[in-house]
């Protein structure tokens, strides 16, 4: 593995970019051997029951509330099946600005990947963590993560484990989109 590897468009490592190569070669090796389902099941057992909108922007303001009292108040949050992993997005904080009576007006948003309805409690956690950090700090920096850190403690892991469960999840799509793509072909074969 060489310093200035860059993953493709369609590879599961592509959510890794930044590790070192040794963590990379852990990963892929798992993947490779088929035991890095297994191992986040056990790491990270623990489904969530936040299914809904309404649900989702209830667990968020009880974080908000506890963290970040201060922030300026969350007016939407909700799952988006549009926010897309190649693209990165897994969660999206926006301020929609409006002209109310002469004042400007912000409304914060904030739209988490609808993935994370099917993933590991401490996964979305991450995520809501992440973007309520974005209503404090805008920028990826220190303070940045200082907050994250301050909101959740495992961040960082949290965030790399997040980042693997994804490579996972896309190599088992991959994989299994390739044998229907086979046994589509074999069956057109055997009609011939």
Same mark, same amino acid.
């Given at each position: ?15 890794? +970019? @930044? ?9 892929? %090796?798992? =993947? ?5 389902? *297994?191992? #986040? ?59 109310? +009576? @002469? ?9 988490? %990947?609808? =993935? ?5 409690? *401490?996964? #979305? ?68």
């Amino acid at each position: 593995m060489t310093e200035g590897w860059r993953p493709g468009v369609k590879d599961p490592m592509r959510f890794l +970019g @930044g590790y070192p190569p040794h963590v990379l070669d852990q990963v892929r %090796a798992a =993947l490779v051997a088929g035991t890095l389902g *297994d191992h #986040l099941a056990r790491r990270y057992p623990e489904r969530h029951t936040i299914q809904t909108d309404r649900a989702l922007y209830e667990y968020t303001a009880e974080i908000k509330q506890e963290y970040l009292r201060s922030a300026p108040p969350l007016h939407k949050v909700g799952y988006d099946a549009r926010l897309d992993t190649a693209q990165h997005a897994l969660g999206l904080h926006t301020a929609i600005s409006r002209v109310q +009576g @002469g004042k400007l007006k912000a409304k914060k948003e904030i739209r988490v %990947a609808s =993935l994370f309805k099917d993933a590991p409690a *401490d996964f #979305l956690r991450m995520i809501v963590v992440h973007e309520l950090a974005h209503l404090k700090e805008s920028d990826h920096d220190k303070a940045f993560y200082r907050l994250c850190e301050y909101m959740e403690p495992r961040y960082h892991q949290l965030e790399f484990d997040t980042r693997v469960y994804l490579a996972w999840r896309d190599a088992e799509k991959a994989a299994a989109s390739t044998t229907a793509a086979t046994a589509s072909t074999t069956s057109n074969q055997s009609q011939l």
